[in-house]
């Protein structure tokens, strides 16, 4: 039997406390690392903030196939499309690419080679979507409603006053 011993320097990392967006001379940006691009309401506070570009760092070997690292990157297109804002990502593995704010895939390179990816960024609007602005509300919304029905179904009197 094999027995792994990992010595990473660990005992050096701590949680984050604050938001960091980091200032080029042309943009703001944030790095969501790894599958943290498949939280949106973590993106949208980002954006809301005054990023101007989403920029992936990940590694998908854990999948060791091309589908859960395509999923992986589809996934991470939404973010650019919910928030109208230009997504880059470069992996070790995965899909290293330039996605527009529609979520069209523009450039990419193979996947597992070795090569890097030079692209211009395209800023199309600097406004907010509607879910950047009010987030999460419709599934909300539909809750609440769903809750308040099922609370009239007990309640029969009340639903014939209605």
């Known amino acids: 039997m094999y027995r792994w011993q990992l010595d990473f320097d660990v005992y050096l990392w701590e949680p984050g406390r604050e938001r960091v967006i980091f200032r080029h001379p ?3 940006f944030f790095t969501p690392i790894c599958f943290e691009d498949s939280f949106p309401g973590d993106i949208r506070r980002f954006v809301l903030e005054g990023a101007e570009a989403i920029v992936n760092i990940s590694n998908d070997y854990w999948s060791l196939t091309e589908v859960e690292a395509k999923q992986h990157a589809v996934n991470s297109s939404l973010r650019a499309v919910e ?3 230009p997504l880059l990502r470069a992996t070790a593995s995965g899909l290293t690419g330039y996605f527009d ?3 069209s895939l523009l450039a990419a390179v193979p996947y597992y080679q070795e090569r890097y990816l030079v692209v211009d960024l395209s800023f ?3 406004s ?3 879910y950047t602005r009010w987030g999460d509300w ?7 409603a769903l809750a308040l029905l099922a609370l009239l179904s007990f309640f029969p009197r009340v639903r014939r006053r209605l």
């Open 124 to 126: 199309r609007s600097t």
């Open 26 to 28: 042309r943009f703001t």
């Open 128 to 130: 907010t979507t509607l």
């Open 138 to 144: 419709l599934p909300q919304a539909a809750a609440a």
């Open 83 to 85: 928030n109208a804002r």
């Open 101 to 103: 704010v529609d979520g």
